[in-house]
């Protein structure tokens, strides 16, 4: 359950994007002719080689030209199979390997979590947590509706992993505690939007997060220490800020929420709902603390997410049949994003096999090797922030294959490197464009004011990107 499988968990295809017919036509050309040239390529190809860079720049187009990810993928890795001129059994022995890969276990940990967070919708621990902290926040004052508002959503996003998913179940309760202290919906889309992207950045089991800490090979803590911590803090005190200028600019134009705008569906709450909202937490607190403590690796989420679920299911009274059914209803939302992950891990280990960036390291090493380390870092994030399109926690391991070696290579230590690999993969919720996160925060907020969101996302992109410079500073 990652940010960017958020925008559609309901449907088939989690990756699903609409396009126009003249776009289609040009993606189809684009994707035919790169398929051509891959084939000409692998006649005169021999590893290393420097033909390996094309399937990555052709995903990158497909991708930046609105393909579906997934059969952009297939393009890619079709394109790379030719240039390696592997037969079809070594294609087939390629697709088995990738399936023990990491990107493919991410891809695993992302189905399990949105099966969790299924159990947390339909025992009311969700819900329940939203109301806990509302009501320790306090609903009286609009400070401390922004506070509360804007906590619910952090740590919500954060148990759930999930930006859109976690907003969805928040939002009837939320919406009419705003209303009633007088926020407009602009106000109230931006708090959400940034409370939702700090508890992003904060959760322990979304896929790019655990991503970023098996890339460094650092442990939860120092992921929060030099990557996550900071940018929540921030997020949080701008938001502040921020939050009572919106307020006061829509409030001129009226945008306030109306009766219409409030009528939700209520939402039955079980009477074990706070028992088992405890357990889940308490469980959730643990398994971070026996990650951290033991070092644990990628595949512990493995085992974690499961054991909440299943726990949190018992503790709402659920049978056993009960809890399976909602874990395989949840994650079998997002077997797509599986699907694409596993085909990413592949086409990764042909660009593996074709080593290009051996070739681009003996081209450049002596260059790399004399430049500054703030340079590089900064140059990397921008590349991620821009220029590598996809699922974030795929961009996450991508980024740390091509350019991991490197970084060593210029004096880069693992906070910097955590550093680059969160704003590489987590910058573009904020800005320069509009993205499914921030139209599906504003959207359940029943706003319309995306103009507003934009200048939220980017008040708080500035200051975050001057943040980390000064940490890489130091750093390097």
Request: charge should be neutral.
């Amino acid at each position: 359950m990652t940010e960017q499988t958020d925008r559609a968990t309901d449907r088939a295809n989690a990756y699903e994007l609409e396009q126009g017919r003249g776009r289609r036509i040009v993606t189809t050309v684009i994707a035919v002719a790169g398929l051509v040239v891959c084939a000409i390529a692998g006649v005169f190809a021999e590893a290393p080689t420097l033909w390996g860079v094309l399937p990555i720049a052709l995903y990158a187009v497909l991708c930046l030209l609105g393909m579906d990810l997934v059969i952009a993928t297939v393009v890619s890795l079709v394109g790379g199979v030719l240039i390696a001129r592997q037969t079809p059994a070594e294609f087939g022995e390629l697709l088995g390997e990738s399936m023990g890969d990491l990107v493919t276990t991410i891809g695993v940990i992302i189905m399990l979590g949105a099966g969790v967070g299924e159990v947390l919708r339909v025992t009311g621990v969700a819900h329940t947590i939203v109301r806990w902290v509302l009501r320790i926040a306090g609903e009286r004052s609009q400070r401390a509706v922004l506070l509360g508002v804007m906590l619910s959503c952090l740590v919500l996003v954060t148990s759930l992993g999930t930006l859109a998913g976690a907003l969805a179940i928040s939002a009837p309760i939320l919406l009419p505690v705003a209303a009633r202290v007088g926020f407009t919906r602009s106000a109230t889309a931006a708090m959400m939007f940034v409370g939702g992207c700090a508890g992003l950045a904060l959760a322990p089991f979304a896929g790019s997060n655990v991503a970023i800490m098996e890339a460094a090979q650092v442990g939860y803590l120092t992921y929060l220490q030099y990557g996550a911590a900071p940018l929540a803090v921030l997020s949080l005190l701008v938001a502040m800020v921020l939050v009572p200028w919106i307020q006061r600019r829509s409030a001129r134009t009226g945008d306030f929420y109306t009766d219409a705008d409030l009528e939700t569906e209520e939402t039955e709450v079980p009477a074990s709902a706070g028992r088992a909202t405890a357990v889940f937490l308490l469980l959730l607190v643990a398994t971070v603390a026996y990650a951290t403590i033991t070092a644990a690796g990628t595949s512990f989420p493995l085992l974690a997410l499961p054991l909440l679920g299943i726990a949190t299911g018992v503790a709402a009274g659920l049978p056993a049949t009960e809890i399976a059914r909602h874990i395989y209803r949840g994650a079998a939302r997002l077997v797509s994003i599986f699907l694409l992950f596993w085909l990413l891990a592949a086409l990764f280990l042909v660009i593996d096999h074709l080593k290009p960036y051996d070739v681009v390291l003996q081209i450049f090493g002596p260059q790399l090797q004399n430049s500054s380390g703030l340079g590089f870092a900064v140059a990397i994030a921008l590349l991620g922030w821009v220029g590598v399109p996809g699922a974030t926690a795929a961009q996450v391991v991508l980024l740390d294959q091509v350019f991991g070696d490197l970084a060593t290579t210029v004096g880069l230590g693992a906070g910097a490197w955590v550093i680059v690999l969160l704003w590489a993969s987590k910058a573009d919720t904020y800005g320069p464009f509009p993205n499914a996160n921030m139209v599906g925060a504003m959207g359940l907020a029943r706003s319309t004011n995306l103009r507003s969101l934009l200048l939220t996302g980017w008040l708080v992109l500035i200051p975050a990107s001057l943040m980390y410079a000064g940490i890489l500073a130091v750093l390097s």
